[in-house]
């Protein structure tokens, strides 16, 4: 028996091993292949502006519309389930591809999001742990414990992304590179933007969308809790009492630092609608208004947080896109100094 135990304790050893060259030699930074591809757009074309974020950006920002009003060259760089601290990779990555490189960006508006937890079963995928290198565990454990969440919570949340991060070391990521392949939208996109209702009449997984959109008109009362909860957000800043995540703030200050480094400007957006705007609201005022575009408000924007131009409960249709966009690009050219003779903004009553 303890023949076996050690044989078997050599063989777990050897595993481990060549999994964790593998991963060293073979796997790809990025594990996302639609990233990959807009990083390689990004790279060839001539962009100034670009956008970074999850599906809320992705679906959210059109980049024809918004060069439109603002006069630049822009490309949208979000993807579908890109959550910070994954967000936050995702752009030093993009400032480091665009490193030594021929490039026009001037500009990068990045996405201002809450920190989800790590989904058991994404831990054992490489786009769910890619990303947990060793910086990012430790920022992404010790901003769960500055939160207000049940202790349970907090131990059972550093546990799965400790367990990320050894299976994106010891485990079989390297192996997902024979089985990559952009997502079937692609090659509807422009400028790396789809809008949730173009996809539907692709019959692009129609099924599940209209699904979501149905739900959607059955669960109104969530978007009221969702703007409810910014006002209590921001009562809570009003007071000084605000959730407010240092480590958050120092990582973004970070990556304002990076980017400046490089020449390009980086600038941050809150889009409408989202669970949560506790920890949200401190940091964009830590941030400063010089430096984020902030649309979530219901007081200055309640038209954002409508029935009529939701999808589903937290992202806009395309009627909501358009509108989205060009309050976008009008607070953008605010913040660039930038004036335009465009009387086509539309703002959002």
């Known amino acids: 028996m303890r ?67 603002t006069s630049t060259r822009s490309y949208n760089c979000g993807a579908a389930s890109t959550f910070v601290p994954e967000a936050y990779y995702v752009l030093e990555l993009l400032l480091e591809d665009l490193k030594g490189r ?20 994404n831990a054992f995928t490489a786009k769910g742990n890619y990303w947990l290198i060793n910086d990012y565990l430790k920022l992404a454990t010790e901003s769960i414990w500055q939160t207000q969440l049940p202790i349970a919570i907090k131990i059972s949340g550093s546990m799965t992304f400790a367990l990320g991060w050894a299976i ?6 390297y192996l997902s590179i024979w089985s990559g392949s952009e997502s079937i939208t692609a090659a509807h996109e422009v400028r790396g933007h789809l ?14 969308l209209l699904e979501r959109g149905e739900l959607y008109l059955d ?15 921001d009562s809570l800043r009003i007071a000084e009492r605000g959730e407010l995540s240092v480590r958050h703030l120092a ?11 490089q020449g390009i400007r980086l600038l941050f957006m809150v889009p409408p609608r989202l669970k949560s705007y506790s920890s949200i609201i401190p940091l964009v005022t ?10 979530s408000s219901p007081v200055q924007y309640p038209g954002f947080w409508t029935t009529d131009i939701g999808f ?9 896109v358009q509108l989205f966009s060009s309050e976008l690009a009008r607070n953008y050219l605010k913040l660039t100094g930038v004036q335009s003779d465009d009387d086509r903004t539309v703002i959002v009553q």
């Open 3 to 69: 023949k076996f135990l050690s044989q078997l304790l050599y063989f777990c050893l050897l595993i481990f091993s060549i999994n964790f060259m593998g991963n060293f030699v073979f796997t790809n930074e990025l594990a996302d292949e639609d990233l990959n591809r807009k990083f390689g757009e990004v790279a060839n074309g001539s962009y100034d502006c670009i956008f970074v974020g999850s599906s809320r950006t992705y679906r959210h920002i059109d980049p024809l519309l918004f060069d439109s009003i």
């Open 102 to 121: 021929k490039h026009g960006v001037e500009t990068i508006v990045f996405e201002v999001q809450n920190m989800d937890l790590l989904d058991p079963r």
């Open 168 to 173: 994106n070391h010891f485990g079989f990521n």
């Open 195 to 208: 809008c949730l209702n173009k996809q539907v009449e692709l019959g692009i997984d129609k099924e599940p």
């Open 219 to 233: 669960k109104q009362s969530v978007l009221e809790q969702r703007r409810r909860g910014w006002f209590r957000a």
């Open 251 to 261: 990582k973004m200050r970070a990556l304002i630092d990076q980017s400046e480094t």
């Open 286 to 295: 830590q941030l400063g208004e010089d430096r984020c575009i902030d649309l």
């Open 312 to 320: 589903d409960i937290g992202h806009l249709n395309c009627r909501g």
